[in-house]
Nanobody, 115 residues
């Protein structure tokens, strides 16, 4: 069984930085994509950024230049460095892992940015 454990998040003032981390365990294909999505109250869950096991990245337009996604040194880990945070970045952030036809989600971590 695959499990995703997230860490990081919290509260910060506008312009500040936060770092999210996620570690996946279980039976996972070597070729996979890990990423972060977010969901604000009343909104649908949306893509923030993804990174493949080969290192290819994809970002939502609203985070380009501010957020950086990267694979961690440990296998099947992913980090999201969030800089220049804005109040509209406030949301629950979810770690995501996908390979083959399988998709897994973390439990979510709250990020709150105050003005």
């Amino acid at each position: 069984q695959v499990q995703l454990v997230e860490s990081g998040g919290g509260s910060v003032q506008a312009g500040g930085s936060l770092r999210l981390a996620c570690a996946a365990s279980g039976s996972i294909w070597q070729s996979n994509t890990m990423g972060w999505y977010r969901q604000a109250p009343g909104n649908e869950r949306e893509l923030v950024a993804t990174v493949t096991s080969g290192g290819s990245t994809n970002y939502a337009d609203f985070v380009k230049g501010r957020f950086t996604i990267s694979r961690g040194n440990a296998k099947n880990t992913v980090n999201l460095q969030m800089n220049s945070l804005k109040p509209e970045d406030t949301a629950v952030y979810y770690c995501n892992l996908a390979f083959g036809y399988s998709v897994y989600w973390g439990q979510g971590t709250q990020v709150t940015v105050s003005s």
